[in-house]
Every structure is written in C-alpha cells, then in structure tokens.
C-alpha cells in the first residue's frame, strides 16, 4: 500500500491536489492510504515553504504547485 500526504492548511490549491491524487488513485485501482496534513509543524518538518505539498512514501515528490495528473500517476505507479 501507498502512502500519499497532502501537506497544507486546506487552500484551494490544497483542495485541488487532493482532487487529483484521489481521481488518479481511483482511475488506476492503486491500493493508497491518503493523509491530509495541516498541522503547520508536520508540514514545516517536510521543510515545505510553500504548499501544497505532495509526499509519497515519506519521499516530498512536490511542493509549492499543483502537479499534472501524469506526474502523479507516475509516482503512485
């Protein structure tokens, strides 16, 4: 099983990525466990500046943006 973190206070950026990771992991039937982090020191400890930010299996894959649905495929995969 995955694990995906989606690190952010809950913006519309935030929402979105969540959005995504959610439709990539239904799309393509990936067995993921999806944690929303909002907690300001959890996200500080990925030392994310600016979110949202992206970490699967306790790698940071992304921050800062919104990655295309390939990028993510890609890293769920």
Do not use: H
Not at 10 to 37: H, S, T
Not at 48 to 54: A, F, I, N
């Amino acid at each position: 099983m995955i694990n995906v973190k989606i690190l952010g206070p809950g913006c519309p950026n935030c929402r979105k990525l969540e959005e995504r990771v959610r439709n990539i992991v239904q799309r393509f039937q990936v067995e993921a466990e999806i944690e929303k982090v909002t907690d300001y020191a959890q996200i500080m400890r990925w030392n994310v500046l600016r979110t949202p930010g992206l970490v699967v299996n306790d790698v940071l894959v992304a921050s800062g943006r919104i990655p295309s649905e390939e990028e993510i495929a890609g890293w769920l995969r």
